[in-house]
């Protein structure tokens, strides 16, 4: 995903850079927040769905764009959302006032012709509609994680990236793609078929775990396996893995000498303090406090 990483810093030349996903290793989505200045931007093609979050509001500034024939001009409050569809070329970005944090996922077509096959549609991803002031709660609620994700990144980073980006695919399909169906039934995860992949999650919880990996030992699409799997466990598959790591890393902590930051590596944490955080999100305790009440 570097070449839309390479996008952002084109697309944004003067817009300061205050988190990206660059090294996450992430997959389907890349995602980056940004403080913008006033003035113009210069619209360069995306070769990617482009999705833009306020997380801050302000007082004057406004967003003023022009492409498919239209003029869109959006004040910019707290939970603002844009649309730019693939190879839309953008006529004329101007930004009136000064913006700060600023979200921009990027979502590559490559997700939307799964989640296309998977609801059984034949639709290009440059059908999404060019949009400006949404009001789409899913879709801020998805910008409002993967933010946090950015801010504080957990041991499913790349997962939950994945997982969220062909959601927001499916979404848009249904919802800004044209009168396609909505809300096909969920397939049925056989027991077996569950088995199996709680079994590969507990033979795999040190190394990194993908939805298409876990989709291929379901042998359902990622797309059907990640529904199929919540609509099963009651959680999606990033939030079970992490939920088994953070369960590992309690008994690391109880039954073994290893360090703080060989645990955080042996649960797949990137570093000591992400690891801290999560624990102790789930947990009410730091790992330090949790081992020394277990008497470690």
């Known amino acids: 995903m570097a070449s839309v990483h390479e996008f952002g810093r084109r697309k944004f030349p003067r817009g300061e850079l205050l988190l990206s996903s660059a090294r996450r290793n992430w997959t389907g989505m890349v995602a980056e927040i940004r403080n913008h200045p006033a003035g113009e931007i210069p619209p360069p093609v995306p070769q990617q769905m482009e999705i833009t979050l306020a997380l801050a509001g302000s007082e004057t500034g406004r967003v003023e764009r022009r492409g498919n024939g239209e003029l869109q001009d959006t004040a910019v409050r707290p939970g603002t959302l844009w649309l730019c569809p693939i ?106 078929k569950m088995r199996r992949v709680i079994d590969f999650i507990n033979d795999n919880l040190d190394s990194d775990i993908t939805l298409a990996d876990l989709s291929d030992v379901a042998c359902l699409s990622r797309h059907h396996f990640a529904r199929a799997f919540r609509s099963a466990v009651g959680v999606p598959p990033h939030r079970f893995i992490s939920s088994l790591r953070l369960q590992r890393a309690q008994d690391l902590l109880i039954h073994t000498g290893a360090s703080l930051a060989e645990i955080a590596f042996a649960c797949r944490f990137s570093s000591q303090s992400t690891f801290t955080r999560a624990f102790r999100q789930h947990v009410g305790v730091s790992p330090g406090e949790y081992r020394r009440k277990a008497g470690i």
Do not use: C
Not at 149 to 165: G, I
């Open 87 to 192: 190879g839309l070329v953008e006529d004329s970005i101007r930004i009136t006032g000064d913006l700060d944090r600023i979200l921009h996922m990027y979502i590559g077509p490559e997700i939307f012709r799964d989640a296309a096959q998977s609801l059984s549609r034949t639709i290009s991803p440059e059908r999404i509609d060019y949009r400006a002031g949404i009001d789409d709660d899913f879709m801020r609620q998805v910008g409002y994680r993967i933010s946090a994700e950015l801010e504080a990144e957990s041991s499913v980073s790349h997962l939950l990236a994945e997982s969220l980006a062909r959601a927001m695919a499916a979404h848009l399909i249904g919802e800004y793609g044209g009168n396609l169906v909505r809300n096909p039934p969920s397939p049925a995860l056989e027991h077996f």
